[in-house]
């Protein structure tokens, strides 16, 4: 299963929505398809970026913790 990150990861990481589209736009990725369908976590952390790894660990907490609830998204 490939974990992406959705814009509700954002604040969870202590980051926003506004500074996300000047990263995304910095590091050559849409934006507008991570707000429709989000970005997988190996594409944000081949970026190397630390905010990206903070995005990347929420967005792995959130699918862990769905899971331990038997949810699905």
Same mark, same amino acid.
């Given at each position: 299963?490939?974990? %992406?990150?959705?814009?509700?990861?954002?604040?969870?990481? +202590?980051? =926003?929505?506004?500074? /996300? %589209? !000047?990263?995304?736009?910095?590091? +050559?990725?849409?934006?507008?398809?991570? &707000? $429709?369908?989000?970005?997988?976590?190996?594409? &944000? $952390? /081949?970026?190397? =970026?630390? &905010?990206?790894? !903070? /995005? =990347? &660990?929420?967005?792995?907490? !959130?699918?862990?913790?769905?899971?331990?609830?038997? $949810?699905?998204?």
């Amino acid at each position: 299963m490939t974990v %992406r990150m959705l814009p509700q990861d954002l604040p969870a990481a +202590g980051l =926003c929505v506004t500074g /996300a %589209r !000047r990263w995304y736009h910095q590091h +050559g990725l849409d934006f507008e398809t991570f &707000l $429709r369908e989000g970005t997988p976590v190996e594409e &944000l $952390r /081949a970026t190397g =970026c630390p &905010l990206a790894e !903070r /995005a =990347c &660990l929420e967005a792995e907490a !959130r699918v862990n913790a769905e899971d331990a609830d038997g $949810r699905e998204e």
